[in-house]
């Protein structure tokens, strides 16, 4: 039983903090919240230009709100206002027992409504765990979504990948339900006695260059133990329904999600979500864009190439990959910068 336990606590840690990881340094956002249709309500964070082209942040599996600190520096910049609301039962949203991917449009029209007026179009930037809530969006309202921008995206399970420590994590936690519920409290207690030691166990599972990015750098070792938090904060029920969602059957085909602009980053060396996830992805949606980073990581993709990526928004969803990969500045030794290789749009596969 200690065994599993311990299993569990790192599967539900690796899950947390390598899907969500998307801060970088303190900031200060508007936060609101938006009462539903059926009571519940929604958390978000309002960054960037009050007047600028509206795009909604998806954050990873469970994350929050919080995670979209990392491109608030640039958004001024590039004229966005970047709204990241929490999904239900992650950070402050309220809980929403027996929700699915697809429930999640309906929320997404209430809380566009309330910030931006009914109808109003937009654009998604997802990470990770994200993604199928991006690509339900984009499904749903195919003539208000201008684009879907996905970095470090994840597959659904039919996908054709190679198992890593968070795909056997949420196998796990779909198995054991109730041994995962102790376990992300177990988590919780654990990251407030002795957090250094979550994060190094949980970094083991990271790419070099993500562990790198992180444990190199005190500030954003700090941010992921906030992120840890803030994931748990109402509870275990919700991080958990969000990772049993993510590692479960969708409830919709993802070429479904094809009648919109879509552009896909990802890194070779990302050992969360494997190259093979965005490939597929790439591949089942026609006319997609697909720009691939050789030496990044799942969380240094967007880290390193959050200017990229919002240039990328700002055009609409066309991938600009002139900027050459600028690299850790931590790594323990200098390696050549290496150019974004942007491939070609494809056919579904069938």
């Known amino acids: 039983m200690t065994t599993s336990f311990f299993r569990l606590m790192r599967a539900a840690a690796l899950v947390v903090a390598s899907l ?10 508007n936060e609101g919240y938006v009462r539903l249709s059926d009571g519940r309500q929604l958390h978000y964070t309002d960054y960037g230009a009050p007047d600028g082209r509206l795009v909604l942040f998806f954050h990873g599996t469970p994350g929050s709100c919080r995670d979209a600190r990392i491109v608030q520096e640039n ?18 949203s309220t809980f929403q027992p027996g929700r699915r991917i697809l429930d999640w449009p309906c929320d997404v029209d209430q809380l566009v409504a309330a910030v931006e007026g009914p109808g109003a179009r937009f654009s998604i930037l997802a990470m990770s765990g994200g993604t199928p809530y991006a690509l339900a969006t984009a499904r749903a309202f195919p003539d208000r979504v201008e684009q879907v921008v996905i970095a470090s995206g994840y597959a ?7 198992r890593t420590a968070a795909s056997r994590s949420l196998d796990f936690i779909d198995r054991r339900p109730r041994l995962a519920r102790l376990g992300v409290g177990m988590m919780g207690r654990k990251v407030d006695r002795k ?13 070099e260059s993500d562990r790198q990015l992180v444990l190199c750098d005190p500030e954003l070792k700090r941010e992921v133990i906030g992120t840890l ?14 990772a049993q969602l993510l590692g479960a059957c969708w409830g919709f085909p993802v070429a479904e999600a094809a009648g919109v602009p879509i552009a896909i980053y990802h890194g070779c060396e990302d050992e969360v979500a494997p190259v093979a996830m965005a490939h597929w992805l790439h591949g089942q949606l026609p006319g997609s864009d697909l720009t691939v980073f050789a030496r990044a990581g799942h969380l240094s993709t967007l880290i390193w190439h959050t200017d990229e990526v919002l240039r990328c928004v700002a055009a609409n969803g066309s991938p ?6 600028p690299g850790p500045t931590l ?15 494809t056919p579904a596969v069938r």
């Open 20 to 29: 969500t990881l998307a801060t970088a340094s303190p900031a200060t956002a």
């Open 229 to 242: 938090k803030e994931a748990t904060l109402c509870g275990p029920d919700g991080p958990l329904h969000d």
């Open 331 to 345: 790594l323990p030794e200098p390696v050549p910068a290496d150019s974004a290789v942007e491939l070609t749009p």
């Open 195 to 207: 957090p250094d030691k979550v994060l190094k166990m949980v970094a083991k599972s990271w790419s």
């Open 156 to 162: 659904p399970p039919e996908a054709p990948a190679p």
């Open 75 to 92: 958004l001024r910049s590039a004229s966005i206002r970047l709204i990241t609301p929490s999904r239900p039962g992650l950070g402050r």
């Open 320 to 325: 600009l990959a002139e900027s050459p990969e």
